[in-house]
């Protein structure tokens, strides 16, 4: 027998890992707006990337258990967390974690836009849990350096930590929604396939992104998207406000 929603609809398949990864980011990082209307926004935009969202109550309930989760590791990352998480930060790799951090501070102070609606924390502030995942892919990269060519040309030197915001969105997304454990699968293929359209794909449909060719000339005030923090490639669309 179908299984019937409660909208009236039959019950899609479980959400895809991108879907679910989308409505965390967006949760998280737009705490100031209302639950419901940040729940109708996800139904509509959701549904025009071609995928099927969950029911209006299914959704608000994800947003209110992403707001309400708290791990220390999406705490951002200090020297002290190295003491406090030694098996994950050997020293050989704390000056790569404070060099991303330096280049992102950078972008902080040139760029005009305001990040807060993207992120959970400043451009600079990397969590705990995003430098572990530096540290644990960029020797992978590094391997698959060869491989690895954005239109014929080798990935830019920040690509680790583009990958790291990836993985680390995916793992606590897994972790706030309760699975049994945190499975990497699609991540894997494609970084170890080096297959960049696919990635670039997993990332726009994870922040509802386009990695179109910008028309623009860069003019973002004239724009229906910005630039996401760090990554010249991918634009989110601009968030709106919901009314007072």
């Known amino acids: 027998m179908k299984r019937v929603r409660e909208d009236g609809l039959a019950k899609p398949r479980a959400l895809t890992p991108t879907v679910r990864r989308l409505i965390v980011h967006r949760a998280t990082t737009q705490r100031q ?22 029911t209006l109550d299914t959704l608000k309930r994800y ?10 590791l999406d705490e951002p990352w200090t020297l002290a967390s190295c003491s406090q998480y030694p098996a994950f930060f050997p020293p050989q790799s704390i000056p790569t ?15 005009p836009i305001d990040y807060k609606q993207f992120l959970r924390h400043p451009v600079s502030a ?13 020797p992978i990269i590094e391997d698959l350096s060869e491989k690895l060519t ?9 690509f680790p930590l583009f990958m790291a915001a990836i993985y680390e969105m995916a793992e606590m997304t897994s972790q706030i929604l309760g699975e049994d454990h945190f499975d990497s699968y699609d991540l894997d293929n494609a970084l170890f396939a080096a297959d960049m359209r696919a990635l670039d ?23 229906d998207y910005v630039k ?17």
């Open 228 to 244: 996401l923090p760090g990554f010249k490639r991918i634009c989110v669309p601009k968030r709106k406000e919901a009314s007072k």
């Open 126 to 138: 990397i969590s705990i849990r995003c430098a572990i995942w530096i540290v644990r892919l960029q």
């Open 201 to 223: 794909q997993i990332a726009a449909r994870t922040f509802l992104a386009t990695t179109k060719p910008c028309h623009n000339n860069n003019d973002c005030d004239s724009c």
């Open 63 to 72: 947003i209110s258990k992403a707001r309400n989760a708290h791990n220390p």
């Open 97 to 111: 974690i404070v060099r991303y951090k330096d280049y992102l501070a950078q972008v902080e102070s040139e760029d």
């Open 33 to 54: 707006v209302p639950r419901d209307y940040l729940a109708n926004e996800l139904i509509t935009e959701i549904t025009q990337a071609g995928e099927k969202p969950p």
């Open 150 to 158: 954005i239109h014929g040309e080798p990935p830019p030197p920040t």
